[in-house]
T-cell receptor
């Protein structure tokens, strides 16, 4: 089993749709969680950190479920510019530094 | 503007050659990292450094070497021992390690290919 797993997609959605991505992780000692977006042939860019209480940034909402060991990202009112690959990142310092990037979920938003 | 600068953007390596990828940051970040990304795959950690003059192996360190002589610089050498070096190499940095890892910020990468 991979340490961080994401549905690779692609997710094809029309503009204005709501889309949700899940990411599961295997290390229960994980402490920090992030979502990044990566455009084709570009570097990953931080989208948002994920907090235990859940957090929102405009059209984006992130949730963490420690009991089930997954994090989620919800995008409301999708825009064409949201088309990208979304990477889930899980990190810990317990037992030594470890940061694992998921392979990503591809999203295509169509007009 | 603060940021992370990687150079060159594209690099070609001949058989038996060592090449060095540059990474410089002016964010005053303590920690720096090198990742490799292959098509359709996630990032894999090569080396990381928490402070000057200290660095640790990541998951795929074989065939690579690094140095951290200055806080702002973390060059990566791809040696001839790395038999499959073709990939997208990403450098990142973050503020002080501490007990909870902070988000990493990336340079725009170097694409390395074999001639």
């Amino acid at each position: 089993r991979k340490e961080v797993e994401q549905d690779p997609g692609p997710f094809n959605v029309p503009e204005g749709a709501t889309v949700a991505f899940n990411c599961t992780y295997s290390n229960s000692a994980s402490q920090s969680f992030f979502w990044y977006r990566q455009d084709c042939r570009k570097e990953p860019k931080l989208l948002m950190s994920v907090y235990s209480s859940g957090n929102e940034d405009g059209r984006f909402t992130a949730q963490l479920n420690r009991a089930s060991q997954y994090i989620s990202l919800l995008i409301r009112d999708s825009k064409l510019s949201d088309s990208a690959t979304y990477l889930c990142v899980v990190s810990t310092n317990t037992g030594g530094f470890k940061t694992i990037f998921g392979a990503g979920t591809r999203l295509f938003v169509k007009a | 503007d603060g940021g992370i600068t990687q150079s060159p953007k594209y690099l070609f390596r001949k058989e038996g050659q060592n090449v060095t990828l540059s990474c410089e940051q002016n964010l005053n970040h303590d920690a720096m990292y090198w990742y490799r990304q292959d098509p359709g795959q996630g990032l894999r950690l090569i080396y990381y450094s928490q402070i000057v003059n200290d660095f640790q192996k990541g998951d795929i360190a074989e065939g690579y070497s690094v140095s951290r002589e200055k806080k702002e610089s973390f060059p990566l050498t791809v040696t001839s021992a790395q038999k499959n070096p073709t990939a997208f190499y990403l450098c990142a940095s973050s503020i002080f390690f501490g007990t909870v890892n902070q988000p990493q910020h990336f340079g725009d990468g170097t694409r390395l290919s074999i001639l």
